[in-house]
């Protein structure tokens, strides 16, 4: 027979702290023999008990469902780590017309309103980020063989690379060039390398490739590109605080698209255009990716993932040429189409949100199986 600790204090007057061993051994002398003790409440010493407040689906699962608990106030915390402290917004300004507004107000460029708020440690760190996109590069573009995952996918940025033809056009080498460095990073990614998250790692291969292009293009100096990492992080902030870079939250739009908004704005900040140029950059860039479907085949951040960085960092290229021979035209802010991004994704299905249910990973899958 087993019986608990409470059971027996029903019937006999116990300490609060009274040991199991000892407890045992007078049991026992007093002819009720006891086999064993186990404390099972060492099993609970990390286990919280709360009340569910509320369920609702899962916004990226049909069969799944979010549950919503109160475990009473005060914060968690880890035994033997620290308080967490209460961090304040990096930027005070919620949107992209208060950032704006500020730095006309002051007469600062966007990059300043970054140092401004962010301290001049920035640029040490931006310069780590920059060197780590180079690396990238690098290494994807002198990488062979076929990626992990099982798709066989071969790596295509070397020879993308290396097809320089007699008589090239001048086009058809901006785009090799630049398809080539975001194939590499992107090939990296998928095999494992080291790359920068820009927003995401999925969409990695955009801005590196954009600012390395112009860079070597132009001769332009690496203070001048942290300067335009400087502003594409500030518009993936933005996207982060007030849509989404979530691709398994609202599609690959949210990824691929904030990553071709960062580079438009990147290439605006590093070639000196207006910051009303430089919105309107991002704004095409992230108007033209609504309503991207993110479905991976097989799971895998290769196809259509890989290629899909090449293109949109050519549609960057095209959106920060397009803002300075039209800017002054349009009609839609980057905060609104920022929100209409994020209403987008919440009503795409749950098979397009990185499930690989639905598209080409479906219609793959079957193919395959046939």
Same mark, same amino acid.
């Given at each position: 027979?087993?019986?608990?600790?409470?059971?027996?204090?029903?019937?006999?007057?116990?300490?609060?702290?009274?040991?199991?061993?000892?407890?045992?051994?007078?049991?026992?002398?007093?002819?009720?023999?006891?086999? %064993?003790?186990?404390?099972?409440?060492? /099993?609970?010493?990390?286990?919280?008990?709360? +009340?569910?407040? !509320?369920?609702?689906?899962?916004?990226?699962?049909?069969?799944?469902?979010?549950?919503?608990?109160?475990?009473?106030?005060?914060?968690?915390?880890?035994?033997?780590?620290?308080?967490?402290? !209460?961090?304040?917004?990096?930027?005070?300004?919620?949107?992209?017309?208060? $950032?704006?507004?500020?730095?006309?107000?002051?007469?600062?460029?966007?990059?300043?309103?970054?140092?401004?708020?962010?301290?001049?440690? $920035?640029?040490?760190?931006?310069?780590?980020?920059?060197?780590?996109?180079?690396?990238?590069?690098?290494?994807?573009?002198?990488?062979?063989?076929?990626?992990?995952?099982?798709?066989?996918? !071969?790596?295509?940025?070397?020879?993308?690379?290396?097809?320089?033809?007699?008589?090239?056009?001048?086009?058809?080498?901006?785009?090799? $060039?630049?398809?080539?460095?975001?194939? *590499?990073? &992107? !090939?990296?990614?998928?095999?494992?390398?080291?790359?920068?998250?820009?927003?995401?790692?999925?969409?990695?291969?955009?801005?590196?490739? +954009?600012?390395?292009?112009?860079? /070597?293009?132009?001769?332009?100096?690496?203070?001048?590109?942290? #300067? *335009?990492? *400087?502003?594409?992080?500030?518009?993936?902030?933005? +996207?982060?605080?007030? %849509?989404?870079?979530?691709?398994?939250?609202? %599609?690959?739009?949210?990824? =691929?698209?904030?990553?071709?908004?960062?580079?438009?704005?990147?290439?605006?900040?590093?070639?000196?255009? &207006?910051?009303?140029?430089?919105?309107?950059? *991002?704004?095409?860039?992230?108007?033209?990716?609504?309503?991207?479907?993110?479905?991976?085949?097989?799971?895998? +951040?290769?196809?259509?993932?890989?290629? #899909?960085?090449?293109?949109?960092?050519?549609?960057?290229?095209?959106?920060?040429?397009? &803002? %300075?021979?039209?800017?002054?035209? /349009?009609?839609?802010?980057?905060?609104?189409?920022?929100?209409?991004?994020?209403?987008?994704?919440?009503? =795409? &299905?749950?098979?397009? /949100?990185?499930?690989?249910?639905?598209?080409?990973?479906?219609?793959?899958?079957?193919?395959?199986?046939?």
């Amino acid at each position: 027979m087993k019986v608990s600790l409470n059971w027996i204090r029903d019937y006999v007057q116990l300490p609060a702290d009274a040991d199991l061993k000892k407890l045992a051994y007078d049991l026992t002398m007093s002819t009720v023999e006891v086999e %064993g003790a186990e404390d099972l409440a060492k /099993r609970f010493e990390h286990m919280l008990v709360g +009340v569910v407040t !509320e369920v609702c689906p899962h916004p990226n699962a049909d069969k799944l469902r979010i549950c919503k608990t109160d475990i009473g106030g005060g914060d968690i915390r880890i035994e033997g780590q620290d308080a967490p402290q !209460e961090q304040d917004e990096v930027y005070p300004e919620n949107s992209f017309a208060e $950032i704006a507004q500020f730095c006309r107000w002051r007469y600062i460029s966007l990059s300043e309103y970054v140092e401004l708020n962010e301290g001049p440690g $920035i640029w040490d760190f931006l310069a780590e980020v920059w060197q780590t996109m180079k690396q990238a590069v690098a290494d994807g573009l002198a990488a062979e063989g076929t990626l992990p995952g099982g798709l066989n996918v !071969e790596r295509k940025a070397k020879r993308l690379y290396a097809q320089s033809k007699e008589n090239e056009r001048p086009q058809v080498r901006e785009l090799r $060039i630049v398809c080539a460095y975001a194939f *590499a990073v &992107s !090939e990296q990614n998928a095999d494992n390398g080291t790359i920068v998250t820009a927003p995401t790692c999925g969409s990695a291969g955009v801005l590196p490739a +954009v600012l390395l292009y112009m860079q /070597r293009t132009h001769n332009i100096p690496d203070a001048q590109v942290l #300067r *335009a990492l *400087a502003v594409a992080g500030l518009f993936g902030a933005l +996207v982060k605080r007030n %849509g989404s870079i979530s691709g398994a939250e609202c %599609g690959c739009q949210a990824e =691929i698209g904030t990553a071709c908004s960062m580079a438009a704005a990147a290439l605006c900040a590093l070639m000196g255009l &207006s910051i009303e140029e430089t919105e309107y950059a *991002a704004e095409i860039a992230m108007e033209h990716h609504l309503g991207l479907t993110c479905d991976p085949i097989c799971g895998l +951040v290769q196809i259509p993932c890989i290629e #899909r960085n090449a293109v949109a960092a050519k549609r960057a290229m095209d959106a920060f040429n397009l &803002s %300075g021979l039209l800017c002054g035209s /349009r009609n839609i802010s980057f905060d609104m189409v920022v929100r209409t991004m994020k209403e987008t994704g919440l009503h =795409i &299905s749950a098979k397009y /949100r990185e499930t690989s249910e639905g598209g080409l990973a479906k219609l793959y899958d079957r193919r395959a199986a046939n």
